[in-house]
C-alpha cells in the first residue's frame, strides 16, 4: 500500500515562495507517476502540475506556467513544488497524488484527478493579497 505526505505550505505574501514536499512510502516511488492538485473552499480539486516517472516530462496549469516548478528525486522518494511570485488565488489546499505504471510507462503524464489512485492527505497554502 502506497502512502503519501505532503509537507511544507503555510502562509506566504503576494509575490512571495513557498516550497512543497511530497514523500512516498510503501512502495517503490520510481514506479510512479506524480501529480500535484489544489482545492480551494467552494471549488472542484484541480490539477497543477504532474511529473512523469523517470522525470523527463512534466505539464502545468496555464494558471501556473512560468512561477511553479515540479521535481523529482526517485533516491529520496520524494516529488517538489516550488512555487514563486504566488498570487492570492493560489490559496488552496495542496494534494499529491500517484499512479503506479508498468515498466514499460517511463514518460507518462496524467492531469486528471481520476487518473490518480493514491492521496496525501493536503497541505494548506495560503497567499495574503
Known amino acids: 500500500q502506497v502512502q503519501l505526505a505532503e509537507f511544507g505550505g503555510g502562509l506566504a505574501q503576494t509575490g512571495g515562495s513557498l516550497s512543497l514536499s511530497c514523500t512516498v512510502s510503501?512502495?517503490?516511488?520510481?514506479?510512479?507517476?506524480m501529480g500535484w492538485f489544489r482545492q480551494a473552499p467552494g471549488k472542484e480539486r484541480e490539477f497543477v502540475v504532474a511529473?512523469?516517472?523517470?522525470?523527463?516530462?512534466?505539464d502545468y496549469a496555464d494558471s501556473v506556467k512560468g512561477r511553479f516548478t515540479i521535481s523529482r528525486d526517485n533516491a529520496r522518494n520524494t516529488a517538489d513544488l516550488l512555487m514563486n511570485s504566488l498570487k492570492p488565488e493560489d490559496t488552496a489546499v495542496y494534494y499529491c497524488?500517484?499512479?503506479?505504471?508498468?515498466?514499460?510507462?517511463?514518460?507518462?503524464?496524467?492531469?486528471?484527478?481520476?487518473?490518480?489512485?493514491?492521496w496525501g492527505q493536503g497541505t494548506q497554502v495560503t497567499v495574503s493579497s
Open positions: 511529473v512523469s516517472r523517470n522525470g523527463r516530462r512534466t
Open positions: 497524488a500517484a499512479r503506479e505504471e508498468p515498466s514499460f510507462a517511463t514518460s507518462e503524464i496524467y492531469t486528471r484527478v481520476y487518473d490518480y489512485p493514491a
Open positions: 510503501g512502495r517503490t516511488f520510481s514506479n510512479y507517476a
